[in-house]
């Protein structure tokens, strides 16, 4: 005869634990604490077994007799209820475990492994660790497009609109890796395109007008601080690259015999090995300051140790101390003076492009120009180093 829950509810303990049978194998068994538990007894493959459902009355009559119809339908599909809950508890644990954090440090990892730029490395991990902190105890599989939103809204209102769309693209690469790792199902921030506001770009401050920026190199050969810092900033004029890869620059990667300047490429924005023809002027520059960094492997050391470089924060410090402000000219705003001013005198834009490292986005002819520019960059090199001087000294080239 089937359980009432009148029967249940009033059944009291007894020396010995026993069983009120509701039917199908369902029954509830009373222990001598008086605490009730609903189990299952079944047969699967000849061998007894027994499940639980939980305890009375936090799980009633008729939800303990809905979880036996649910394990009755798949022993006739062939699988075993007690199989299947193990497997589905230790699915949801790993899926606990599957936080956006844990594979976040796995995302990183494996950008150090391929050898990402330090810099790129430390961006990244910056925006997982610090920004991404809310999401980084969240179970993967639970995060949702909503829930990203709110949070990059956030940073987005702060006025970081830049900085909103970069975290957007990150988090995207970490729950990429999870897909594809059999972690997540779906890329919650596919949804969220065209849901920021576009950052406001501002280009970089640089001083385009010859004599003033002869002026400002005049500035820099009187500058009277760090003498590192000014053979930095007069080599940063001379040689076209970026601040980043002057400061970086290692004794090891200069062949001062063959005036060639060997940057790897790990170095370098492109992920592509550059050569850069030295002129006469940056092998001056380079005599002057060579002998400062003799105990340690960079050409130019920062302030405080011979085996940290300059920061691009001194470089502009200098440049302010000098009366330049931060809207008038910063250390990388050197590479868009050299641009505008080289294009400005018609020398081939090709040759330009080369000496500034800029990919070309077509491989084959990105080959062709790395072979044929060498002499074309030398000769333009060494001419930039003379338009400079001329500059310095007031003389139209």
């Known amino acids: 005869m089937p359980l009432s829950d009148f029967a249940c509810k009033n059944a009291k303990p007894k020396v010995k634990p026993y069983r009120l049978a509701d039917g199908d194998g369902l029954y509830l068994l009373v222990q001598k604490s008086g605490s009730k538990l609903w189990q299952l007894r079944y047969r699967y493959l000849e061998k007894e077994n027994i499940l639980s459902f939980g305890k009375y009355p936090l799980v009633s009559l008729l939800d303990a007799r809905e979880r036996r119809d649910d394990a009755k339908r798949l022993l006739i599909a062939g699988i075993d209820p007690s199989t299947k809950r193990k497997e589905e508890k230790a699915t949801a644990f790993t899926e606990a ?12 990892k494996r950008m150090e492994e391929r050898d990402a730029a330090a810099a790129t490395v430390t961006k990244t991990k910056w925006l997982l660790e610090d920004l991404a902190n809310p999401l980084a105890k969240r179970p993967i599989k639970e995060i949702t497009s909503a829930e990203s939103l709110q949070f990059l809204q956030k940073i987005e209102k702060s006025g970081r609109r830049e900085t909103a769309r970069r975290l957007r693209g990150v988090i995207g690469s970490v729950f990429r890796l999870a897909i594809v790792t059999l972690r997540a199902d779906t890329d919650p921030t596919l949804a969220l395109q065209g849901a920021l506001l576009p950052p406001k770009t501002i280009g970089r401050a640089a001083i ?28 940063l004029a001379l040689t076209c690259v970026r601040p980043g890869e002057v400061r970086g620059a290692a004794r090891d990667e200069f062949d001062r015999k063959k005036a060639v300047w060997h940057i790897p490429a790990e170095r370098m924005k492109m992920r592509a090995p550059h050569d850069v023809p030295l002129s006469k002027q940056a092998l001056h520059v380079l005599r002057e300051v060579w002998p400062l960094s003799e105990n340690g492997d960079l050409v130019f050391p920062s302030i405080r140790s011979n085996k940290r470089p300059l920061s691009e924060n001194a470089m502009n410090a200098a440049l302010r101390r000098m009366g330049y402000g931060k809207d008038e000219v910063t250390a990388h705003g050197f590479r868009v003076t050299a641009s505008t001013i080289l294009n400005a005198r018609n020398y081939d834009p090709d040759v330009i492009e080369a000496v500034l490292a800029h990919q070309d986005k077509n491989a084959i002819r ?22 400079l001087d001329g500059l310095k000294a007031g003389r139209d080239e």
């Not at 936080?99 to 440090?105: K, N, P, S, V």
């Open 208 to 235: 385009t007008d010859e004599r003033k920026f002869g002026r400002l190199l005049v500035a820099i050969d009187e500058y009277d601080g760090w003498p590192t810092l000014k053979a930095a900033l007069q080599f």
């Open 366 to 387: 990105r080959t062709y120009n790395r072979a044929t520019y060498w002499e074309q960059r030398v000769t333009l090199m060494q001419e930039w180093g003379n338009l």
């Open 97 to 108: 475990r599957t936080t956006f954090g844990l594979i976040a440090e796995e995302y990183v």
